[in-house]
């Protein structure tokens, strides 16, 4: 004969839906708001990663205007386009200088307006023979040096590998499209020196450049540079601040110091936000469980009376306990992927900060992990009904309204 | 088998009657053996359900033992008391007693699946709504059934694991003059096939049923 304790649970379930349904819930936004809170804090975690990967360099050199105007910052993190140059000899100076470990020159271009892209987008040139931030990216997507005239695009661009876009009336083709790094280089296009030295002297032709008197050949925008083993990023930086004029060197690593702030101060929010949704749910769910025992105690001293032991009551509303937790933390977590995953880059505009979802594997195992952590959660408000419920006096209740 | 009771005594802690302590049963020595029909009678208070929840198991006495066979049930521990009293003893409590995410039938077969052991007897179970007159709401739930209909109900589920020891708590409460009779007999012939039966009623109706006939007041039993 089949044991009927663990259908007397769902029984018991299924005759209160009401209740049934609200516990279900609660378990459902325990497990949301875990799941939800750690895709989201993880993600922001990955964008600021990837951004720190993406930026490679120690020391960034750029012309002193564009430290000081903001605009390095607004290209860099904020996505914004922009260009600013220099001249070209400040890269042989600084390769000259002491503590210099890798060092290479990019080149920036806004473009006016193209196929891909309702808005203009941010054209970055580097050099393929010294460029180590860019290239090894690059490799991921596109194992070839790329030729001129070849550009590979940011993940977020509307152009696909094969397309032809044109910048200033230049025709430029698509090579590769890169990885998804969750950040503002994103939509960005990258293309190596030739290419880019050819764009702007397209844009100076047009008179769409508002540098208009700059020799391209002549012109970088900035210099990445790794400090050498044995030299702090402090001194190096300090070295060139103090001997090279006209220019500004950034620690990277400041840069992004203000996003690690917001990232803080959000993980911080929803840290708070997910412990305040799970001592309110925790604190209803024991109110909950406790009141559907009491309410049914004269059918749990049936059960004892007919021979149950106060461990197979225990037993029985525990099972309870991991039913409605285990349904209802698993509509929280599906309802977390739908609202989440899809979402993902209006929760970085919204943020705006860099923002990477984690890959499938990780979405299932922050899913597994917050399942087993709601489900812990509802199982033991279950259990500490349960526990009272075994050790009740059964004769007292059976005579109580009687 | 024949359960017997030995200088059992229950006391309570009662913070609001001046003493401390009330005796709901005093010592006593107690037989009840099988193939009788036993009815204990006295007043509301007098110590009768609390004596008749010690016998079965449900609550431990102060003092003295309770022996079913050779089994001292005290010196059992829960489970295995539970297990005892799952598979050797019927019990009709007070009231409304059904488990109401359950219907009739599997209300009645409940002992029997408790465990999930053995075979459970639905023609049996089947035979013992027929004979309670409820045979047609086998399928209904127990919403849709009067006081008397849930307390019929009780009996077959009391009776359907074949007990060695069936105790009655007040079963004709809520039952008319026919159903009365029913149950009456029915726990008579229960008792006639070798079944040690005790009623607890206040009814002189279970009387004329009686192979004997205690009394308890005060905490006291004593024979009639």
Not at chain 1, 245 to 250: F, H, L, N, T
Not at chain 1, 328 to 352: K, R, Y
Not at chain 1, 373 to 383: D, K, Q, Y
């Amino acid at each position: 004969m089949k044991k009927i304790t663990k259908s007397l649970s769902y029984r018991n379930l299924v005759k209160r839906p009401a209740r049934s349904i609200a516990l279900m819930l609660l378990a459902a936004f325990l497990s949301f708001s875990v799941f939800g809170g750690t895709i989201i804090v993880g993600s922001l975690r990955s964008g600021l990663s990837s951004l720190q990967d993406r930026l490679g360099a120690d020391i960034m050199v750029v012309p002193y205007e564009a430290a000081t105007k903001s605009d390095l910052e607004n290209i860099v993190l904020q996505g914004n386009t922009g260009y600013f140059y220099m001249d070209s000899s400040y890269l042989k100076k600084l390769a000259a200088m002491e503590g210099i470990g890798q060092i290479s020159a990019q080149f920036y271009l806004a473009s006016a307006s193209s196929g891909c892209c309702s808005i203009p987008v941010q054209i970055i040139g580097f050099d393929p023979e010294t460029d180590f931030t860019i290239s090894p990216w690059i490799k991921k997507s596109y194992n070839r040096p790329l030729q001129d005239m070849e550009i590979v695009v940011g993940n977020s661009l509307n152009a696909f590998v094969g397309d032809t876009l044109t910048f200033y009336g230049t025709d430029v083709h698509v090579a590769a499209k890169l990885d998804r790094t969750g950040t503002s280089l994103d939509t960005a296009v990258y293309t190596n020196e030739n290419t880019i030295k050819t764009l702007i002297q397209a844009s100076l032709d047009k008179k769409l450049n508002n540098f208009g008197d700059i020799n391209p050949d002549k012109v970088i925008s900035c210099v990445l540079i790794n400090v050498a083993e044995g030299y702090t990023i402090e001194d190096v930086l300090n070295d060139i601040n103090l001997h090279v004029r006209k220019v500004e060197a950034v620690q990277t690593k400041n840069m992004i110091s203000g996003i690690s702030g917001s990232l803080k101060g959000i993980s911080d929010v929803i840290g708070i936000l997910t412990a305040a949704i799970w001592i309110l749910s925790l604190v209803i769910m024991i109110i909950a469980f406790r009141m559907s025992v009491n309410e049914r105690k004269k059918e749990f001293a049936v059960l004892r009376v007919i021979g149950a032991s106060g461990k197979k009551l225990f037993h029985i509303v525990l099972t309870e306990g991991i039913l409605v937790s285990l349904s209802g933390s698993l509509i929280g977590i599906v309802v977390g992927a739908l609202v989440i995953l899809p979402f993902g880059n209006f929760i970085e505009a919204q943020l705006g900060l860099p923002f990477l979802l984690p890959g499938g594997l990780k979405v299932a195992g922050l899913a597994c992990i917050s399942l087993v952590a709601s489900v812990t959660a509802g199982s033991f408000t279950g259990a500490l009904a349960s526990y009272k419920i075994s050790r009740m006096d059964t004769g007292l209740i059976l005579r109580e309204g009687n | 088998m024949v359960l017997k009771a030995e200088g059992v005594s229950k006391q309570f802690l009662r913070e609001t009657k001046g003493t401390n302590i009330f005796m709901a049963v005093k010592e006593t020595d107690f037989e009840l053996p099988e193939g009788m029909l036993t009815v204990l009678t006295g007043r509301s208070g007098s110590g009768k359900s609390t004596f008749l929840n010690i016998l079965s198991g449900l609550l431990e006495p102060t003092a003295g033992k309770v022996l079913i066979g050779d089994k001292e049930l005290y010196q059992l521990d829960d489970t295995e008391r539970s297990r005892l009293r799952n598979r050797l003893f019927g019990f009709i409590p007070q009231g409304q007693s059904a488990i109401h995410s359950l219907n009739v039938l599997e209300n009645v077969l409940l002992p029997l699946t408790l465990y999930g052991e053995g075979e459970a007897d639905q023609e049996y179970a089947y035979e013992l709504l027929e004979l309670m007159g409820i045979a047609e709401l086998a399928g209904s739930m127990p919403s849709e059934l009067s006081g008397g209909e849930l307390r019929r109900m009780a009996i077959a589920r009391a009776l359907v694991g074949k007990p060695e020891v069936v105790f009655a708590d007040e079963p004709t409460g809520d039952l008319d003059d026919e159903n009365t009779e029913i149950v009456l007999k029915l726990l008579k012939q229960t008792a006639e096939r070798g079944t040690a039966v005790l009623l607890v009623t206040h009814e002189n109706d279970a009387l004329a049923y009686a192979d004997a006939i205690y009394r308890m007041s005060g905490g006291v039993l004593e024979k009639v």
